[in-house]
């Protein structure tokens, strides 16, 4: 059996492993509930078991990351703490690469190589562990507005939507899978600063905002003004409680200013670049939404990279 089916064999086993120890410990312990918050947290290490197995594999774009990861932490061991310019790159002639490309997943990439990871490896860990997290926070926010089983099921189709899935494993984009998990951590604190009026929160949502900016840029810019609307929601009468319109209102541009080191030369240099307006848009059919042309129709990315984005139930 090869690679690919070896692993589906292990998720199946692993899925059917959880079953059944759901199952023994409701009949142990048939009056005390399961935690859903831990449960949660058992369920979403299914879909990472696959992404550590040795060495790379193949993917849209882990290589280029993980490459992008060596440059990146070599600047900051050279003591640039704000890396723009990719040395080695580029034939050894080196471009501005960090200049207009999200840097916050290679801080932490770097962060972990740190311990003594390999760059393929803390790749592989931070993938992880933004998964993780942003089931995590986006239960932490739904169980401020609703009960904890919907939290529950809000998280786990937050976690296995198909486009998220086809991120972490197939496009492999490190800048979506970390904005995945500050979009629900900045409604998270939105909802306890309105709630609770402390500035801990405050400074949170603001962190949320310029971390989400820092992550992906375009998926921030198609978030913010949807974040900035639901606490428009969360606030009664929000032209007459000016107070706390006020406050959300200086939270997101705390949140720009925070990471004006990045936008600020980001937008002075764009002078002196190249932008193609000309536009490239496609757009899915919808039998291509339904079914893929590859292993009978289940499998997200076909033998030449292409990437197929079905819409249903997704299977690692």
């Not at 299914?46 to 849209?60: Q, V």
């Not at 932490?73 to 723009?84: A, D, Q, V, Y």
């Not at 003594?116 to 592989?124: D, E, P």
């Not at 002075?268 to 307006?277: A, F, G, K, S, V």
Request: a positive charge; proline letters at 6%; glycine letters at 6%.
């Amino acid at each position: 059996m090869n690679g690919p089916y070896w692993l589906v064999l292990i998720n199946i086993i692993s899925s059917l492993l959880l079953i059944l120890g759901i199952l023994i410990y409701r009949f142990i312990f048939p009056k005390k509930k399961i935690n859903p918050f831990v449960l949660l947290i058992i369920i979403s290490i299914l879909p990472i078991l696959s992404i550590f197995r040795a060495g790379m594999y193949k993917s849209g774009d882990l290589s280029f990351h993980v490459t992008e990861e060596m440059v990146f932490f070599r600047s900051l061991s050279e003591g640039t703490l704000f890396p723009i310019w990719g040395g080695n790159m580029n034939g050894t002639y080196g471009y501005p690469l960090f200049m207009f490309f999200y840097p916050l997943p290679f801080y932490f990439m770097s962060f972990i190589h740190l311990f003594g990871l390999s760059f393929i490896n803390s790749a592989k860990l931070f993938l992880a562990l933004a998964y993780l997290f942003s089931g995590i926070f986006m239960y932490l926010w739904l169980k401020k507005v609703v009960n904890k089983t919907a939290s529950f099921v809000g998280a786990l189709f937050y976690l296995f939507a198909p486009y998220h899935l086809i991120d972490l494993h197939f496009r492999v984009d490190i800048g979506e899978v970390l904005a995945f998990v500050f979009i629900p951590l900045n409604l998270y604190a939105a909802t306890n600063v309105i709630e609770t009026k402390k500035a801990r929160w405050f400074f949170l949502e603001a962190l949320s905002i310029g971390s989400l900016l820092l992550s992906h840029p375009a998926i921030s810019f198609e978030s913010i003004p949807a974040l900035f609307l639901y606490t428009l929601c969360l606030i009664k009468n929000p032209f007459q409680n000016k107070k706390q319109l006020f406050t959300q209102i200086a939270a997101f541009f705390t949140g720009f200013f925070l990471i004006a080191f990045y936008w600020v030369p980001l937008f002075y240099d764009l002078r002196y670049t190249y932008l193609n307006m000309t536009p490239n848009i496609s757009f899915t059919t919808l039998p291509e939404l339904l079914y893929s042309p590859w292993r009978l129709g289940l499998l997200f990315q076909g033998p030449s990279g292409q990437l197929s984005f079905l819409v249903g139930c997704a299977l690692l």
